[in-house]
T-cell receptor
Framework: ETGVTQTPRHLVMGMTNKKSLKCEQHLGHNAMYWYKQSAKKPLELMFV???????ENNSVPSRFSPECPNSSHLFLHLHTLQPEDSALYLC?????????????FGPGTRLTVT | LAKTTQPISMDSYEGQEVNITCSHN???????ITWYQQFPSQGPRFIIQGYKTKVTNEVASLFIPADRKSSTLSLPRVSLSDTAVYYC????????FGAGTRLTVKP
């Protein structure tokens, strides 16, 4: 248990559905991240929030929409996804102090788009 | 793109010491070197972090030469449960993971 929880753990959705992934950190950290990991591929950084402001968006398609209402919660809203979006979506948090930080990852949400 | 280069895979046997080297030729003054471990279908787990020389904790050691252009993660006496992917990151403003090193520990 890392102190970062993600729900749901598994999600199957059709291409026309709208769903949301939720991440909550109980560590008092000031930064949160979304990563995507497709089968046998490296983690891809999607979004970074620092002090609840989005500081990075790595050319992610607009069908993925992040939301960070406070420093403990992070959402990823999904709509009209494609089958190639099927992957493990990982949330992480960290406390950034003078450029050094450790990321704590949640267990991930396994997403399947049909 | 990740700023690091690691071997794609390594094999070892139980009880051996494993050293995984990472190259980061363009490391910046403010960058720290961080290593993570990832098991299948799980999020990465922090192992160790360092800036220079040597860092040791209960699970690993990290060796960083004076020029900081590379680092070596040392895992003492590995077991089957150490089979995982190991990632090296240089972290300040960049949280991108590379392909990592897939370590397979054999009995």
């Amino acid at each position: 248990e890392t102190g970062v929880t993600q729900t749901p753990r598994h999600l199957v959705m059709g291409m026309t559905n709208k769903k949301s992934l939720k991440c909550e950190q109980h560590l008092g950290h000031n930064a949160m991240y979304w990563y995507k990991q497709s089968a046998k591929k490296p983690l891809e950084l999607m979004f970074v929030y620092s002090l609840e402001e989005r500081v990075e968006n790595n050319s992610v398609p607009s069908r993925f929409s992040p939301e960070c209402p406070n420093s403990s919660h992070l959402f990823l809203h999904l709509h009209t996804l494609q089958p190639e979006d099927s992957a493990l979506y990982l949330c992480a948090s960290s406390q950034v102090i003078a450029g050094t930080y450790e990321q704590y990852f949640g267990p991930g949400t396994r997403l399947t788009v049909t | 793109l990740a700023k690091t280069t690691q071997p794609i895979s390594m094999d070892s046997y139980e009880g051996q010491e494993v050293n995984i080297t990472c190259s980061h030729n363009n490391i910046a003054t403010n960058d720290y070197i961080t290593w993570y471990q990832q098991f299948p279908s799980q999020g990465p787990r922090f192992i160790i972090q360092g800036y220079k020389t040597k860092v040791t904790n209960e699970v690993a050691s990290l060796f960083i030469p004076a020029d900081r252009k590379s680092s070596t993660l040392s895992l003492p006496r590995v077991s089957l449960s150490d089979t995982a992917v190991y990632y090296c990151l240089v972290t300040f403003n960049d949280m991108r993971f590379g392909a990592g090193t897939r370590l397979t520990v054999k009995p």
